[in-house]
């Protein structure tokens, strides 16, 4: 169970995925040029075009962009086809997966203010939160409702002045977790409890039903203002190895 905030430098490696390997990458979207943007554009399909022009605000719609064609990017860096031949569908509980059947890619995608970021594996489940914890938002409000009480006491011990960040750290790996298992919520989110005390590791107490034994975690801060988690199994107690990477200004 991998928790690093190191700051990661920008990589761009095109490689065989193995099994036990996630790499997860990420892109800053608060300095975008045109050019970025036209050639982010460019790689989505007919429909991620048509719902791209239906978003209102431009900050939005352009953060869109560069998450769809990120994800579909990584997806051809282990993959055998270009960034715009990918084609999806969402699964009853709304996750999204290829519809090839071939491919034994697995993914998930996510935004916040300033970041993008999808994960790429075989043949697994993955899921993948990002926040900016800098926004505005009542985390005490969120945490009474949908944390345990032993992620309640983690947050209170620590200084004032750490605790919204804490707030987040648990927030994203609830988020990740809920995300991989792809199948809504059978168990309210206060029965799933994390911890992030612990520098070199992720704590786990899964809800009912759950092996914790066949999980993985990571928890990192790819820029000061994030936070990200990432959750991954494939049913087996293997060890997966995490790789975390920012990505060249230009996709495809």
Not at 19 to 25: I, N, P, T
Not at 89 to 115: E, I, Q, Y
Request: contains cysteine; positive net charge.
């Amino acid at each position: 169970m991998v928790r690093d905030n190191r700051k990661h430098v920008r990589c761009w490696v095109v490689g065989v995925l193995t099994a036990g390997e996630l790499h997860v990458r990420y892109r800053r979207t608060d300095r975008l040029d045109e050019l970025a943007l036209a050639s982010a554009v460019a790689l989505l399909s007919s429909d991620e075009r048509a719902r791209h022009e239906r978003i209102r605000t431009k900050s939005d719609r352009d953060e869109y962009a560069i998450a769809h064609a990120l994800l579909r990017s990584a997806l051809s860096e282990f993959g055998d086809r270009r960034p715009e031949a990918w084609r999806f569908a969402d699964g009853p509980f709304g996750k999204p997966a290829l519809t090839d059947p071939v491919s034994s890619l697995s993914f998930n995608l996510t935004h916040a203010r300033g970041l993008v970021a999808c994960a790429v594996a075989a043949s697994a489940d993955v899921g993948l939160d990002v926040e900016a914890i800098t926004r505005a938002t009542n985390w005490r409000g969120i945490a009474s409702r949908y944390f345990s009480s032993a992620e309640r006491e983690e947050i209170d011990r620590l200084e004032p002045g750490r605790q919204a960040a804490r707030f987040f750290e648990l927030w994203t790996l609830k988020e990740a977790f809920v995300k991989a298992l792809g199948v809504g919520l059978s168990q309210p989110l206060s029965a799933i409890t994390f911890s992030a005390e612990r520098p070199e590791a992720v704590g786990f107490a899964p809800p009912n039903g759950v092996d914790a034994a066949v999980w993985q975690f990571g928890s990192f801060a790819p820029t000061p203002a994030h936070r990200l988690a990432v959750a991954v199994s494939d049913g087996t107690r293997r060890r997966w190895r995490i790789t975390l990477c920012e990505v060249a200004q230009t996709l495809g």
